[in-house]
């Protein structure tokens, strides 16, 4: 048996069920296989005293300690996190708070392997509990907690970690480059890609899903958070130069009163919508409404929003970043494009006027399966525990 601690601060819960749903369908995925068992260890960022009342952080009082979260065991211990110190401190509060939660689950549950599922701050504190506990740790580089906590005040400690973990994943080809470039061992470095659920990603009627969303004419959707590295202006002043297409964007974040003040200012009321934070399972229908997935990153490891509309059989328009090229295997896929509005427009329209038969799409996505992605996850964990146990062994 092959027994696991899932460690994520990116993890779904009932105030955000859409947080790292990627992160829980692997998990769920390895978990079912025969011969693992596995605990999840999520936890829950907090600012101290009356901080924590503040909007952003005060729905998390109601998130149970400890849940069973769509048959996964799931711990929520609360750490400190103090704003505004660009995360300086975040894994020594992670640390204290994991330490006896730990120690508890260990005597309980002997753990062989620690999984950390995101590099930032999971990973630091992973290989101190590693060392703690005497077992290996396996970290996982998803994007963002390599581009943005490999920079800066923490950047030293995500180049240690990296350094000091038995094993580590990366979502791409690209992201293994760039975290290679950090001074991590390539040698140790395993690309890990992502799944996608193909039996509800699929091809469905185009118009009937359009007209259930009240539009006719070409169809644009974008994915993704509404932050500045997703690029959604970029999307919506391309959608000003395509006076027949509608552009729907799923997703909620801080550049909301941009983008609105954007698409009044360029008359674009009637054609581009903000969805909001939109529930995975109704992902779906929007991307098979789809004529194209438009989304204009800045950096990205490889996302899941690619090959799920691939898998819907709509073709995407993306910029270089991460592993784009690894998903746009075929001209069927869609368009790799510059980072501007005009290059976006132009590629959009050139999958519009011809657009590619839904099943020659779908075939760019067929070889990401969530258990083609737990196979390897446990192939790899179990290799760990296999090095280490050989390790001591020789000891």
Not at 121 to 136: C, E
Not at 138 to 164: C, F, L, N, Q, Y
Not at 265 to 274: A, S
Request: net charge positive; glycine share 10%.
């Amino acid at each position: 048996m092959l027994r696991v601690v899932t460690l994520s601060t990116l993890f779904p819960d009932a105030t955000r069920p859409t947080f790292g749903v990627f992160v829980e369908r692997q998990t769920r995925e390895l978990a079912a296989r025969e011969g693992v068992a596995l605990t999840v260890v999520a936890p829950i960022g907090l600012p101290p005293g009356p901080l924590a009342r503040m909007p952003h952080y005060s729905g998390f009082g109601g998130v149970p300690a400890r849940e069973t979260w769509n048959g996964l065991d799931v711990l929520r211990p609360r750490f400190a996190v103090i704003p505004g110190t660009a995360g300086r401190f975040h894994v020594g509060g992670l640390l204290r708070a994991l330490t006896p939660l730990l120690d508890r689950l260990h005597e309980a549950f002997p753990f062989d392997v620690i999984d950390a599922q995101f590099f930032f701050p999971d990973g630091p504190a992973a290989v101190a509990l590693g060392a703690r506990y005497g077992v290996p740790v396996s970290i996982k580089a998803r994007g963002a907690d390599i581009h943005h906590w490999g920079r800066g005040p923490t950047a030293a400690e995500v180049r240690r970690a990296g350094r000091r973990a038995d094993g580590l994943l990366a979502v791409s080809e690209a992201m293994k480059r760039d975290m290679a470039a950090l001074g991590m061992p390539a040698e140790r470095i395993r690309v890990h890609h992502t799944g996608v659920d193909l039996d509800r990603f699929r091809p469905r009627d185009r118009d009937a899903a359009k007209a259930a969303l009240g539009v006719t004419g070409p169809l644009v959707i974008a994915l993704g958070a509404l932050i500045p590295r997703k690029g959604h202006e970029i999307v919506v002043e391309a959608i000003g130069a395509l006076p027949q297409a509608t552009l729907l964007i799923a997703g909620e974040g801080p550049e909301r009163g941009r983008l609105t003040a954007q698409i009044a200012r360029l008359g674009l009321e009637g054609r581009v919508r903000l969805l909001g934070s939109v529930a995975h399972e109704a992902l779906p229908p929007l991307l098979g409404a789809a004529d194209v997935m438009a989304l204009a990153s800045s950096s990205e490891g490889l996302a899941n929003a690619w090959v799920e509309a691939l898998a819907c059989g709509t073709p995407v328009v993306i910029t270089e970043a991460g592993g784009a090229h690894e998903v746009m295997t075929t001209p069927a896929a869609g368009r790799v494009a510059a980072r501007t509005a005009e290059a976006f427009a132009s590629a959009i329209a050139e999958v519009l006027t011809a657009p590619p038969p839904a099943e020659a799409v779908r075939a760019a996505a067929m070889r990401f399966t969530w258990p083609a992605n737990a196979a390897a996850l446990e192939e790899h964990l179990a290799g760990l525990v296999d090095a280490s146990r050989a390790e001591r062994r020789r000891a």
